[in-house]
């Protein structure tokens, strides 16, 4: 198939579709995690839904998406309560208290799973694709449910962006001037669970916090501005989504979800590298044109001290 064909063809159009549109989403939603310093809850949000997706299976007996949607997005949101609950009832920090839950609910998650292997149901075939994600088993329902929630969790960080922005970079200010802080961390790790379960059909419990943090942090490199820096987040999220599905669509047999998240490490590095004011190549220049004018300072004093003598 070459690369022309590939656009050609209605079920990888949809594919595609809804993996740039999680992208661009995961992009958005991921900076304020980034901005917030809790780039590791959505490492633990992500594997915390496996457990979810799990029982849902068990207790519904099919493989329904919309029932695994829900299961995971349970488990989530008793994930984030559960972090809030160990770091303000004891003196474990977040970082410690997110590791903790990240563990054991991917452990339950693992055995569940385990379990439903060795079952006698005939159903389970294929459930082990959470892990890591199977994009090419997505339908147009999954696709509607995609773009319908990625485009919801768009226009949620439009109409909160004063709110988010306040309390990404002053919560003591956000709170001062009468912002129910608590309400809107709360909700934006709401988000967060959602923009993890949207995913995990594509990309896997996995690599879904991969697709979250890395379009952020790409984008923090080039930017100051907060609302440039979403919409390039925005814009290298969905830029990776539709790359990696176009790779895995043109090379047979390569999953769609790691190289995906590859795409947006590519990006990364590219940022890395590149950025004008952050990347490794301007300052690189920077601190040759400062030793070119140390270097010229100290001729110059040289040849001043040589004159008057």
Same mark, same amino acid.
């Given at each position: 198939?070459?690369?022309?064909?590939?656009?050609? /063809?209605?079920?990888t159009q949809w594919i595609l579709f809804g993996s740039v549109l999680l992208g661009i989403s995961s992009g958005v939603i991921g900076c304020f995690a980034y901005l917030r310093k809790q780039t590791l809850m959505? /490492?633990?949000?992500?594997?915390?839904?496996?457990?979810?997706?799990?029982? *849902?299976?068990?207790?519904?007996?099919?493989?329904? $998406?919309?029932?695994?949607?829900i299961g995971a997005m349970i488990a989530g949101i008793l994930a984030t309560m559960s972090i809030s609950f160990i770091t303000r009832y004891s003196r474990i920090k977040q970082d410690s208290a997110l590791g903790?839950?990240?563990?054991?609910?991917?452990?339950?998650?693992?055995?569940? =799973?385990?379990?439903?292997?060795? #079952? &006698?149901?005939?159903?389970?075939?294929?459930?082990?694709?959470?892990?890591?994600?199977?994009?090419?088993?997505?339908?147009?329902?999954?696709?509607?449910?995609?773009?319908?929630?990625?485009?919801? =969790? +768009?226009?949620?960080? $439009?109409?909160?962006?004063?709110?988010?922005?306040?309390?990404?970079? /002053?919560?003591?200010? %956000?709170?001062?001037?009468?912002?129910?802080?608590?309400? =809107?961390?709360?909700?934006?790790?709401?988000?967060?669970?959602?923009?993890?379960?949207?995913?995990?059909?594509?990309?896997?419990?996995?690599?879904? &916090? *991969?697709?979250?943090?890395?379009?952020?942090?790409? *984008?923090?490199?080039?930017?100051?501005?907060?609302?440039?820096?979403? +919409?390039? *987040?925005?814009?290298?999220?969905?830029?990776?989504? =539709?790359?990696?599905?176009?790779? #895995?669509?043109? %090379?047979?047999?390569?999953?769609?979800?790691?190289?995906?998240?590859?795409?947006?490490? #590519?990006i990364f590095v590219v940022s890395i590298v590149l950025a004008p004011s952050r990347g490794v190549l301007a300052k690189a220049m920077r601190q040759k044109r400062a030793k070119t004018e140390i270097l010229n300072?100290?001729?110059?004093?040289?040849? +001043?001290?040589?004159?008057? %003598?």
């Amino acid at each position: 198939m070459n690369i022309f064909q590939v656009f050609q /063809d209605p079920n990888t159009q949809w594919i595609l579709f809804g993996s740039v549109l999680l992208g661009i989403s995961s992009g958005v939603i991921g900076c304020f995690a980034y901005l917030r310093k809790q780039t590791l809850m959505g /490492d633990a949000l992500s594997h915390a839904a496996l457990p979810g997706v799990c029982l *849902a299976f068990i207790l519904t007996g099919t493989k329904s $998406i919309f029932f695994f949607l829900i299961g995971a997005m349970i488990a989530g949101i008793l994930a984030t309560m559960s972090i809030s609950f160990i770091t303000r009832y004891s003196r474990i920090k977040q970082d410690s208290a997110l590791g903790i839950i990240l563990t054991v609910f991917f452990g339950i998650g693992i055995v569940l =799973l385990t379990q439903i292997q060795h #079952s &006698a149901s005939g159903n389970q075939s294929g459930l082990d694709k959470f892990l890591f994600g199977q994009a090419a088993s997505m339908v147009h329902s999954d696709v509607y449910t995609m773009a319908g929630i990625s485009l919801f =969790l +768009i226009g949620v960080s $439009i109409v909160f962006f004063k709110e988010f922005k306040l309390l990404s970079f /002053d919560p003591g200010f %956000a709170k001062g001037i009468g912002l129910p802080t608590m309400i =809107l961390d709360q909700f934006i790790m709401l988000l967060l669970v959602i923009a993890v379960v949207i995913g995990i059909q594509a990309v896997g419990v996995v690599l879904m &916090a *991969a697709l979250l943090i890395t379009p952020a942090v790409s *984008a923090r490199y080039w930017t100051e501005k907060l609302h440039v820096m979403i +919409i390039l *987040a925005g814009l290298f999220g969905g830029t990776s989504g =539709l790359i990696g599905t176009i790779i #895995s669509t043109w %090379a047979n047999n390569l999953p769609t979800g790691p190289l995906i998240v590859l795409s947006a490490t #590519s990006i990364f590095v590219v940022s890395i590298v590149l950025a004008p004011s952050r990347g490794v190549l301007a300052k690189a220049m920077r601190q040759k044109r400062a030793k070119t004018e140390i270097l010229n300072q100290q001729q110059l004093k040289q040849a +001043i001290k040589d004159g008057n %003598a």
